[in-house]
Every structure is written in structure tokens, then in C-alpha cells.
């Protein structure tokens, strides 16, 4: 939102009344920002780019539409809230909004943001940026926890960047190494299950394509679609009894749902998955990513589109820049499997 011109003006006076007041030049202006009191202070947040300059006072409201909770969405929030606290410091207001898994909330979030008029939305997971990029095509829109963009707005040979009012972050991580480490854990299972939310695109496009690297290597892979959280208990119990091994992708509903799979699954069979979150729930290890990593960049982006140094339709998707190899040790131990070398432990 614009400050008002009154405001604006009495800034300007009391901006120069104190000038002409000034002349303490030996003061300590500088004791604000130093840390020679001793106290611990918290840590930046990942590497950022420079932080936009926005001298201007103005304020924003950002609308978060986050589809489920989670740990993995919970951190990606949290990391974009925080980059956009340090980098634009009490200028954003944000509208928190979750849609408890119903993607008929996302659409009702996503219109109450636009008749709201907020400055930007950040979309936290796939049904959520679909159902803002449904709803405006003015509002700038960043989606984080979005595995692959191309898919979600069926884009065919997507180059990476969205163009129009959408750009944000992606969760994929290499599709290709969660195959090959199904193999080096398990190299003589013979079936594996590929356990997913048929409602979520990219859930479909993971498991499709490690389904292709399982089969080069030679397993036998079978998918088990569940449509909510109304089956996916029965669907798992099914999928558990008939595969030597399951994978999961980064899905939303799956992850919220973790309990279930781990109530099933526990001791009786190995559950591989596309995130930490997932996996310290009910699984044996991941590949994964860090999502406050995400979330942060995604703030990144935020203050430079809010604040105009940057064109949202020319901002390319943005994706983690590590993955680490995790293990769940209590499963492990349940399973009597110990892990590989290269492993970090989930703690």
C-alpha cells in the first residue's frame, strides 16, 4: 500500500527539524548493529543475493496460500517470511491462509486475495499456485515447494521460466539418484510400489519418471494412486503387501498423512522418499533438499519483485542448490538395515 501524502510530508518535516538539530557526530548511531554485547545472534538465512534497496517506506501485503501442513511447506513458509522480515524490516504485512488439503479452499484463498488487492501471493505448493494463477493474472505470484512448473501449468518443453505474473522455486530434486539409491540400499527387491496422490500432477510426473530409471535397472514397478486422505491407508495397506519396497515422492498429501504409511509400514517394509519431512515420518532414507532453503529464496525474489527491481515475467524458477542423502535411524533399526556410507542421520 502507498503511504499517505500527510504522512509523507510530516516525514519530510520531522526529517528536517532533525537535521537541523544535528551535530552529534561522536554519537553511537552504529550500537544498534554491533554484537560486541556478547549475545548470540541468529543466523542470517541461506546466501542471499545483495538485499533490494527500498528507501521508499512503502508497505506491501503478501497473501500465503499454503496447501496442507507439514514440516516440509511449514519450513518453506517460515523461510520465506523470514528472508522478506530482514531484507524489506516492517514493511510487509502477510495473510497467512491454509487450505487443510481442499484444493476448493485454495480457489476461495487465492479470490479473497485478489479481492483483497494484496500486493503479491505466495503460492506454497502446486494445487495452491494453480488455484492463484486461476484467479489473476495481474497479481505477481510466486510458488515455492512446486516440483516441476512445466507440468503443474502444462507447459510443454518448458524452459524454466513461467513469463507472465508467475516465478518462484522448485522442490525436485535429481529423480534419477532416488532411483539409484533404492538400488544401492536394496539391490536384490524385486517389486517395487510407487505410493502417490493422484491428485497432485507432479506427484504423477515423479513416479512416472523414476518409475522409467526403476525399470532400466531392472525392478519390477507397479503405481498405487490414492485420491485423498479418505483411502490412502486402505491403497498403502495394498501397496505394502505386494512390493518388496516402496518409494514415495514429495507429495503433499503423503506427507500429511505420514503417520498412516509409518502405521503400516513400520518393520515390515522399506519406504523410500523425495523429502526429509516424509521420511522422518515413516521412511528408510532421502534424497532431499532443504525447504527453509527454498522458502528463503522465495522471499528473495519476493523483495525484488515488491519492490520493483525485478520483472516477474523474466524471472526464471529457482532451485535448491544441494541435496543430501538421509537415513531414518529408528527405521533403519526397526528394519535391522544399516546404511550405506555417505548417509547423514535424520535427527
Known amino acids: 500500500m502507498k503511504k499517505k501524502l500527510l504522512a509523507l510530508v510530516l516525514a519530510g518535516t520531522l526529517a528536517l527539524s532533525l537535521a537541523a538539530c544535528g551535530g552529534n557526530s561522536g554519537g553511537d548511531s552504529a550500537g544498534s548493529g554491533a554484537s560486541g554485547d556478547g549475545g548470540t545472534q541468529e543466523p542470517a538465512g541461506p546466501a542471499a543475493d545483495p538485499a533490494p534497496s527500498d528507501a521508499s517506506g512503502e508497505t506491501y501485503t503478501v497473501g500465503i496460500s499454503q496447501y496442507v501442513t507439514h514440516d516440509a511447506l511449514d519450513a518453506a513458509t517460515q523461510g520465506f517470511q523470514d528472508a522478506l522480515n530482514e531484507l524489506l524490516p516492517g514493511q510487509v504485512t502477510f495473510d497467512y491462509q491454509n487450505a487443510a488439503e481442499d484444493t476448493a479452499n485454495c480457489a476461495t484463498i487465492a479470490n479473497a486475495f485478489v479481492a483483497d488487492g494484496v500486493d503479491l501471493i505466495m503460492a506454497n505448493a502446486t494445487p495452491s499456485l494453480q488455484a492463484a494463477a486461476a484467479a489473476t493474472g495481474d497479481i505477481p505470484i510466486l510458488g515455492t515447494s512446486v516440483t516441476e512448473y512445466g507440468v503443474a501449468f502444462g507447459i510443454e518443453n518448458f524452459s524454466g521460466t513461467v513469463g507472465g505474473n508467475i516465478s518462484g ?12 539409491m533404492i538400488q544401492e540400499w536394496y539391490p536384490d527387491a524385486k517389486n517395487i510400489g510407487l505410493l502417490y496422490c493422484s491428485n497432485e500432477a507432479n506427484s504423477q510426473y515423479q513416479v512416472d519418471t523414476v518409475q522409467g530409471y526403476l525399470q532400466d535397472m531392472g525392478y519390477t514397478c507397479t503405481q498405487y494412486a490414492f485420491s485423498d486422505s479418505n483411502d490412502i491407508a486402505a ?15 514429495t507429495d503433499n498429501s503423503a506427507a500429511a498423512n505420514k503417520g498412516n504409511i509409518d502405521n503400516i ?12 519431512g516424509i521420511c522422518a515420518g ?13 522458502g528463503w529464496k522465495t522471499g528473495e525474489m519476493a523483495a525484488q519483485v515488491l519492490t520493483g527491481q525485478a520483472d516477474i515475467s523474466t524471472m526464471p524458477i529457482e532451485y535448491a542448490p544441494e541435496f543430501v542423502k538421509k537415513y531414518n535411524p529408528t527405521i533403519c533399526a526397526d528394519l535391522g538395515v544399516t546404511a550405506p556410507e555417505g548417509y547423514e542421520a535424520i535427527g
Do not use: H, K, M
Request: proline share 6%.
Open 265 to 276: 509400514c513400520r518393520g515390515n517394509i522399506p519406504v523410500f522418499c523425495g523429502e526429509e
Open 235 to 249: 491403497v498403502c495397506q495394498t501397496a505394502a503387501d505386494n512390493s518388496d519396497v516402496l518409494y514415495i515422492p
Open 282 to 294: 515413516c521412511g528408510v532414507a532421502t534424497l532431499s533438499i532443504s525447504y527453509y532453503d527454498i
Open 169 to 180: 522455486t522448485s522442490d525436485l530434486a535429481p529423480l534419477d539418484q532416488q532411483a539409484a
